[in-house]
T-cell receptor, first 114, second 109 residues
């Protein structure tokens, strides 16, 4: 069953904690992306990776970090430097990076700061 | 900087109506445009992708058109059903996707 999985579905963070959101895909896609969604706003890009061991900042990268050690995995860490992390986080992938490639999305992780 | 706008923000219609959702973008130099559906608390489901060289794409009751010169795309939903109730998002492609804020659709029986 091919697709993108994200875990956990719900995550609660205390002030000052770092937390890591998991994203795995078995589509053999080269490119992976992390977006943040806030109520009433469109999705905003946090980081993206076009290939293993390479990634680029998106529009709102401050307070976040990523790694891409394996093709199928692109975890996102929300650090204590992110002042307003409560949001819905979506991971996506595409066969290749670039302008013509269709992106497919995972089910999302809802992060809440206590 | 590219900006994507979707109108209306919300729409409530009776079952059976034909619908048009609108998406506009400020920079016509796009590479493709993608329409998504999002159910509450869920991820995005890709509905249609229109390459910049195409004018429209169809899938079942859905038809999406693209007019790059005017910076517009429309999503046409024929014979709407309650199961079509969701938020519909459009996104234009540069290196990554730039999203509109969506149209929340409710179709009532």
């Amino acid at each position: 069953d091919g697709g993108i999985t994200q875990s956990p579905k719900y995550l609660f963070r205390k002030e000052g904690q770092n937390v890591t959101l998991s994203c795995e895909q078995n589509l053999n896609h080269d490119a992976m992306y992390w977006y943040r969604q806030d109520p009433g706003q469109g999705l905003r890009l946090i980081y993206y990776s076009q290939i293993v061991n390479d990634f680029q900042k998106g529009d709102i990268a401050e307070g976040y970090s990523v790694s891409r050690e394996k093709k199928e995995s692109f975890p996102l860490t929300v650090t204590s430097a992110q002042k307003n992390p409560t949001a819905f986080y979506l991971c996506a992938s595409s066969l290749l990076a670039g302008r013509y490639n269709e992106q497919f999305f995972g089910p999302g992780t809802r992060l809440t700061v206590l | 900087k590219q900006e994507v706008t979707q109108i209306p923000a919300a729409l409530s219609v009776p079952e059976g109506e034909n619908l048009v959702l609108n998406c506009s973008f400020t920079d016509s130099a796009i590479y493709n445009l993608q329409w998504f559906r999002q159910d509450p608390g869920k991820g995005l489901t890709s509905l249609l992708l229109i390459q910049s060289s195409q004018r429209e794409q169809t899938s079942g009751r859905l038809n999406a058109s693209l007019d790059k010169s005017s910076g517009r795309s429309t999503l046409y939903i024929a014979a709407s059903q309650p199961g079509d109730s969701a938020t519909y998002l459009c996104a234009v492609s540069e290196i990554t996707l730039i999203f509109g804020t969506g149209t929340r659709l409710q179709v009532f029986p």
